[in-house]
DNA sequence: CTCCCTTGCGCC
DNA sequence: AAAGGGCGCAAGGGAG
């Protein structure tokens, strides 16, 4: 239960040699970046106890004495530290050095209580419009008086009256986070399930502040070598192209490129795309319709490569040097978001600013290509060893556990192969006689077993089978059409007959509900009209959010169990992948930390956490290696 | 010129 | 009628 006296609030405002700078804490190393203002405030029977002070006239140890004062007291008297989006607020304590006593402490974000509270999807067309978060947002909506405080605020400012209306203002600020926390606080407390999965959340935040303030370490030959090898494969693509009209600038537009191949070359136009705004069509020329050309005629896959290799190198090797010119600390920081995504996900950003004012500070670390000489490029520190687990398996367990369905359950118990049952199925083979042919590495089992995997992995989630072949035909180059598609669908439906079952009651049970949940309990609103537009969209998120949002209360009960071990070892959270989690070991300690870490995750504890029981074996697979190109799997 | 929208595509 | 879901980033094109 919510006690006033056991939270502290707590807010920064921050400057620099720069504006922007005053939102990158690793430049406070540097002396490019520092704070100007620290407050803090407690709720007391008799009344607020308001903290903190001005920092920016003060000596650097002034503000160390702040901090210190804050995080000693947050501990002595075990109180939990609130803020609002409140990783960045962690960063800032540990960039002044407290990162000892700062993973002493336990932390809270009201930005984050709200979501808990009101997240729901977006459906109109309107997505890039989402709602915003911010606390000015929640007091303009739950303290209407209280508004328009922010205003005539200057954050750089070093004259007198400017710096005394600042900290008045980052007062006001901490006040409100603290009061408009306790509010959704005590909202969550009649729905205690939804209550602890926000708690268990909010375990990773200064894992997370941690792995922002650090940021990544990247090796500048692997991308040199990279930037080498794209420019060279862009150059050939070109010098096979140019004869036919084809320059840079026309790959790079579709509607060039479009003019080109259905014009001048007199391509068959096999896909259009029409606007949902406008209604205006246009002829496509992604890559399924490059793929589907380069039957007739070659250059389509050379355009293909053309263009990917173009975009690669300014994705995977231009933005990663720039964030490092950038950031002037050797590093790149992409900026990891709790609870970004309406499942619960994680998300990254690579710059901060809008337009003409966006700075690089990191690069796109969650689209980075498999390709191990693409993911080469992350490196550990000196020391230390990179260590991935991930959970093995992951939605397709979530959905054995959701459906209910026999054969999944079962194929999820230790020693089945649920691609190679799925492969036996579509191939109608007996499951134990491809199972020996993969063991004897008879060459003819493996594409079996990898059609298994395709159906598994693309078909739980209503696709069509003509999405299915797109699917095998682009990113698979399996030349399958629209029959055996069907089959292999028909084959799936008939093989989990569970899977069918639990999207027709999920939709029925969320839309009766007026709201989907995960296994943990976090929740998502999922209102609108069932009839209408949105149908498909709202019954698709009933299917999904179970599966994928459990996923991601999976990973941070994993950080919020790993937390402790990690902290007393000296290892370090470097970054997650929604169902991968990386750190960085020290050397020394791998062998050891491994096995210890794996035991932890294989046996989570969910039903303390959730008050849900698996039925089911949720295992982690471990990777270690000296990049993030060369992980190898370790049997622990 | 800036800003916003659309297309295209990377990962899970 | 038919439709996997979730994100973020790069680039051109067009509106103002």
């Given at each position: 239960?919510?006690?006033d006296?056991?939270y502290i609030?707590?807010?920064?405002?921050?400057?620099?040699t720069l504006?922007e700078?005053?939102?990158?804490?690793?430049?406070v190393a540097?002396?490019?970046?520092?704070?100007t203002?620290l407050?803090?405030?407690?709720?007391?029977?008799t009344?607020p106890?308001i903290?903190?002070?001005?920092l920016?006239?003060?000596?650097?140890?002034?503000?160390?004495?702040y901090?210190?004062e804050?995080l000693t007291?947050a501990i002595?008297?075990k109180?939990?530290?609130?803020?609002?989006n409140?990783?960045?607020?962690i960063?800032?304590?540990l960039?002044?050095?407290?990162?000892e006593?700062v993973?002493?402490?336990?932390?809270?974000?009201?930005?984050?209580l709200?979501?808990?509270?009101t997240?729901t999807?977006?459906?109109?067309?309107?997505?890039?419009h989402?709602?915003?978060?911010?606390?000015?947002?929640a007091v303009?909506?739950f303290?209407?008086?209280?508004g328009g405080?922010?205003?005539?605020?200057?954050?750089?400012s070093?004259a007198?009256e400017?710096?005394?209306?600042?900290?008045?203002y980052?007062?006001q600020?901490?006040?409100y986070?603290?009061?408009?926390?306790?509010?959704?606080y005590?909202?969550?407390?009649?729905?205690?399930?939804?209550?602890?999965a926000a708690?268990?959340?909010?375990s990773?935040?200064?894992l997370v502040?941690d792995?922002n303030?650090?940021?990544?370490?990247?090796?500048?030959?692997?991308?040199r070598t990279?930037?080498?090898?794209l420019t060279?494969d862009?150059?050939?693509?070109?010098?096979?192209?140019?004869p036919?009209g084809v320059t840079e600038?026309?790959v790079?537009s579709?509607?060039q490129?479009?003019?080109?191949m259905?014009?001048?070359?007199?391509?068959?136009?096999i896909?259009q795309n029409t606007?949902?705004?406008?209604g205006k069509?246009t002829?496509?020329?992604d890559?399924?319709?490059?793929h589907e050309l380069?039957?007739?005629?070659a250059r389509a896959?050379?355009?293909?490569?053309y263009?990917?290799?173009?975009?690669?190198?300014?994705?995977?090797v231009d933005a990663p040097?720039?964030?490092?010119?950038?950031?002037?600390d050797?590093?790149?920081h992409?900026?990891?978001?709790?609870?970004?995504?309406?499942?619960?996900?994680?998300?990254y950003?690579?710059?901060?600013?809008?337009n003409?004012?966006?700075?690089?500070?990191g690069?796109a670390?969650?689209?980075?290509?498999?390709?191990?000489?693409?993911?080469?490029?992350?490196?550990?520190p000196q020391?230390?060893?990179?260590?991935e687990?991930?959970?093995a398996?992951q939605?397709?367990r979530?959905?054995?556990v959701a459906?209910?369905?026999?054969a999944?359950l079962?194929?999820?118990?230790?020693g089945?192969d649920?691609h190679?049952?799925m492969?036996a199925?579509?191939?109608r083979e007996e499951y134990?006689?491809l199972?020996?042919?993969?063991?004897?590495g008879d060459?003819?089992?493996?594409?079996?077993?990898?059609l298994?995997k395709l159906a598994?992995l693309?078909l739980?989630?209503?696709?069509s089978?003509a999405k299915?072949r797109?699917v095998?035909?682009?990113?698979y180059?399996l030349?399958?059409?629209?029959?055996?598609?069907e089959?292999?669908k028909?084959t799936y439906?008939?093989?989990y007959?569970?899977?069918?079952?639990y999207?027709?009651e999920?939709?029925?049970?969320?839309?009766r509900?007026?709201?989907?949940?995960?296994f943990?309990?976090r929740q998502?609103?999922?209102?609108?009209?069932?009839?209408?537009?949105d149908?498909w969209?709202?019954e698709?998120t009933?299917?999904n959010f179970?599966?994928?949002?459990?996923?991601?209360?999976?990973?941070?009960?994993a950080l919020?169990?790993?937390?402790?071990?990690?902290?007393?070892?000296g290892?370090?959270?470097a970054?997650e992948?929604?169902?991968?989690?990386?750190?960085y070991i020290?050397?020394?300690l791998?062998?050891?930390a491994?096995?210890?870490?794996?035991f932890?995750?294989?046996n989570l504890?969910?039903?303390k956490?959730?008050?849900?029981?698996?039925?089911?074996?949720m295992?982690?697979?471990?990777?270690v290696?000296?990049?993030w190109?060369n992980?190898?799997?370790?049997?622990?």
């Amino acid at each position: 239960m919510w006690v006033d006296d056991q939270y502290i609030a707590f807010d920064f405002e921050t400057s620099g040699t720069l504006p922007e700078y005053a939102l990158q804490p690793w430049r406070v190393a540097h002396n490019q970046a520092w704070a100007t203002s620290l407050a803090t405030v407690r709720r007391t029977a008799t009344g607020p106890i308001i903290g903190g002070g001005l920092l920016v006239a003060e000596p650097f140890t002034a503000t160390a004495r702040y901090i210190r004062e804050l995080l000693t007291t947050a501990i002595e008297h075990k109180l939990t530290l609130v803020g609002w989006n409140v990783a960045f607020d962690i960063s800032w304590l540990l960039a002044y050095g407290f990162r000892e006593l700062v993973f002493k402490c336990k932390f809270l974000d009201g930005m984050l209580l709200w979501k808990h509270l009101t997240v729901t999807p977006e459906y109109d067309i309107d997505k890039a419009h989402k709602k915003s978060f911010s606390l000015k947002d929640a007091v303009r909506e739950f303290m209407s008086d209280r508004g328009g405080y922010e205003e005539d605020i200057d954050f750089h400012s070093t004259a007198p009256e400017s710096l005394a209306k600042l900290h008045k203002y980052n007062i006001q600020d901490t006040a409100y986070t603290l009061w408009l926390t306790r509010k959704f606080y005590k909202q969550l407390e009649a729905e205690p399930t939804r209550l602890k999965a926000a708690l268990i959340e909010a375990s990773c935040l200064p894992l997370v502040a941690d792995a922002n303030l650090r940021g990544l370490m990247l090796d500048h030959a692997a991308l040199r070598t990279l930037g080498e090898t794209l420019t060279a494969d862009a150059e050939t693509s070109l010098a096979a192209l140019a004869p036919y009209g084809v320059t840079e600038a026309v790959v790079r537009s579709p509607k060039q490129l479009g003019g080109l191949m259905y014009g001048q070359w007199g391509l068959p136009v096999i896909k259009q795309n029409t606007s949902k705004k406008t209604g205006k069509v246009t002829n496509s020329t992604d890559k399924e319709v490059l793929h589907e050309l380069a039957f007739i005629d070659a250059r389509a896959r050379t355009i293909r490569e053309y263009r990917e290799a173009l975009g690669n190198k300014t994705k995977f090797v231009d933005a990663p040097l720039e964030s490092i010119n950038y950031n002037s600390d050797g590093c790149s920081h992409p900026l990891a978001n709790v609870y970004s995504t309406y499942t619960g996900r994680m998300s990254y950003s690579s710059k901060q600013g809008k337009n003409k004012d966006e700075r690089q500070i990191g690069f796109a670390l969650h689209q980075e290509k498999r390709d191990p000489t693409y993911r080469a490029i992350v490196v550990p520190p000196q020391g230390y060893t990179l260590v991935e687990f991930d959970a093995a398996g992951q939605e397709y367990r979530w959905m054995a556990v959701a459906s209910k369905d026999d054969a999944m359950l079962q194929l999820c118990l230790p020693g089945e192969d649920p691609h190679g049952y799925m492969g036996a199925q579509i191939a109608r083979e007996e499951y134990h006689t491809l199972l020996a042919a993969l063991k004897a590495g008879d060459p003819a089992a493996k594409p079996k077993r990898q059609l298994g995997k395709l159906a598994n992995l693309s078909l739980g989630y209503r696709t069509s089978a003509a999405k299915l072949r797109t699917v095998a035909r682009v990113q698979y180059d399996l030349p399958m059409e629209l029959p055996e598609a069907e089959y292999i669908k028909n084959t799936y439906l008939r093989t989990y007959p569970g899977v069918p079952r639990y999207w027709a009651e999920q939709i029925a049970k969320v839309r009766r509900l007026g709201y989907a949940e995960t296994f943990a309990g976090r929740q998502v609103q999922v209102v609108g009209t069932w009839s209408g537009a949105d149908r498909w969209s709202l019954e698709s998120t009933a299917i999904n959010f179970p599966i994928q949002g459990t996923g991601g209360d999976q990973k941070y009960l994993a950080l919020a169990v790993l937390r402790p071990y990690v902290v007393k070892h000296g290892i370090q959270f470097a970054w997650e992948l929604h169902d991968g989690l990386y750190f960085y070991i020290p050397t020394k300690l791998v062998d050891k930390a491994i096995a210890e870490m794996k035991f932890l995750l294989d046996n989570l504890p969910y039903t303390k956490a959730w008050g849900f029981t698996p039925p089911v074996p949720m295992p982690w697979d471990c990777k270690v290696g000296t990049s993030w190109g060369n992980l190898k799997e370790v049997k622990v």
